[in-house]
Every structure is written in C-alpha cells, then in structure tokens.
C-alpha cells in the first residue's frame, strides 16, 4: 500500500537537499538516493512516487524505471532531466513514466505535479 512517501532519486546533492526540504514542509514523506543501485534499495512499498533524474552515476534512469514499474506498476515515476529531447520523453512515457519534467524547475510546480500524480493513483 503506498502512502505520501516519495523516493528522490538524483546525484546532485543540492536538488535532493531542496526537493526533500520542500516536500517534507508540505507534510510528504521523503527518501532519497543518489544512484541507481541505492534507488532500487529505497524503492519499498511504503513509496508512492519516485523522482527520478535521467543520468545517474552508475546508470541511465530509464533503466531504473523499467525496474520500478516492473516492481510495481502502478507508482507513478516522474523524470527529471536537464537533457532531455523529444525521444527521450517519447521512450519514458512509453516505459510507464508519469511525466518528463526539464531542469532547472520551480519547485512549486513540482510540488504541484507529485499532487497530480498521487491524485491519479487514488
């Protein structure tokens, strides 16, 4: 069963620190990872969304995203990439991703969109 438990998943320190930070002001629950490997070790039930960043050190993030909804289907995986392009979009919506969010963003929107996506689990 998932909660408002979200899994940030991505290797610069300072965007965890500020996700995490954000969201746990609004009553979120936060994890955080900064690799590929730590991410599917977090990645229990209690998650209810992950946010994933394309490039990880040890991995691509679309990789890891096959593995999420492989596990679990239903949670809802936003990616965020400060390199993203048309097909990348295209092959992550195609593998289950919720959406494909660019870099740098405002956290608010971000915030707004992690409520849509639990929203759509509901």
Not at 64 to 86: E, N, S
């Amino acid at each position: 069963m998932s909660t408002r438990a979200v899994l940030v998943v991505d290797d610069e320190q300072l965007i965890r620190w500020s996700i995490r930070s954000h969201l746990e002001q609004i009553g979120f629950q936060v994890v955080v990872a900064e690799n590929g490997e730590q991410a599917m070790a977090c990645f229990r039930d209690e998650v209810g969304l992950v946010l994933l960043d394309l490039r990880l050190p040890d991995t691509n993030g679309l990789a890891v995203l096959r593995q999420i909804k492989k596990k679990r289907p239903d949670c809802p995986v936003i990616l965020m990439t400060a390199f993203g392009t048309p097909e990348v979009a295209r092959e992550a919506v195609a593998d289950g991703a919720f959406r494909v969010v660019d870099k740098p963003f405002n956290l608010d929107d971000m915030t707004s969109l992690v409520e849509q996506a639990f929203c759509s689990v509901g």
